[in-house]
């Protein structure tokens, strides 16, 4: 089984700080993926990785950076974190292969305060 | 436009099947129905997807109509463990995902 791993399920900071949200995945998938989920607003999509040192924006990526220098390692690093960005994160990867579904990790819940 | 539409929630007694209902009334001929779940405190997990005729694996069954305009995720025998919720949607070529609501699914003991 495809194993999406994130480094801490719930984490606390403070306004300001520098967050890393890390996430390693291995099953040797080209893609991976940063997203946000929040009640209301469902599932978002903040960055997305489809090869080593390449990256492009989803539909949020303001406030936030990411990096890949490994294929099996994507972070998503938070520049100066503000409270609206209190929320689940989830990371998920996925080979290239035609319909090949989404690997999800379990989340990281991120409190800004 | 990519949308979906399902029940906001579903309540079923243990042992008994769950039929959940999703229209996808502007899907194309080449747009394929994708189901995920999640359960409480864990990622969406994939569960099955399909284009035309039914399909089934270890996890559910996926029924969709033959104008492809709504789909029906069956769920056999319901456990306490089904209890999530259930998100259908249409990836786009990019695969870049978004869930809305999706329907809360309660299992009865």
């Known amino acids: 089984d495809v194993k999406v791993t994130q480094s801490s399920r719930y984490l606390v900071k403070r306004t300001g700080e520098k967050v890393f949200l890390e996430c390693v995945q291995d099953m040797d998938h080209e893609n991976m993926f940063w997203y946000r989920q929040d009640p209301g607003l469902g599932l978002r999509l903040i960055y997305f990785?489809?090869?080593?040192?390449?990256?492009e924006k989803g539909d949020i990526p303001e406030g936030y950076s990411v990096s890949r220098e490994k294929k099996e390692r994507f972070s998503l690093i938070l520049e100066s974190a503000s409270t609206n960005q209190t929320s689940m994160y989830l990371c998920a990867s996925r080979g290239d292969a035609e319909l090949q579904p989404q690997h999800f990790g379990d989340g990281t819940r991120l409190s800004i305060l | 436009d990519a949308k979906t539409t399902q029940p906001n929630s579903m309540e079923s007694n243990e042992e008994e099947p769950v039929h959940l209902p999703c229209n996808h009334s502007t899907i194309s001929g080449t747009d394929y129905i994708h189901w995920y779940r999640q359960l409480p405190s864990q990622g969406p997990e994939y569960v099955i997807h399909?284009?035309?005729s039914n399909v089934n694996n270890r996890m559910a069954s996926l029924a969709i109509a033959e104008d492809r305009k709504s789909s029906t995720l069956i769920l056999h025998r319901a456990t306490l463990r089904d209890a999530a919720v259930y998100y259908c949607?249409?990836?786009?070529?990019?695969?870049?995902?978004?869930f809305g609501a999706g329907t809360t699914v309660t299992v009865r003991a």
């Open positions: 949607i249409r990836p786009p070529n990019d695969y870049k995902l978004s």
């Open positions: 990785s489809y090869d080593v040192k390449m990256k």
């Open positions: 399909g284009l035309t």
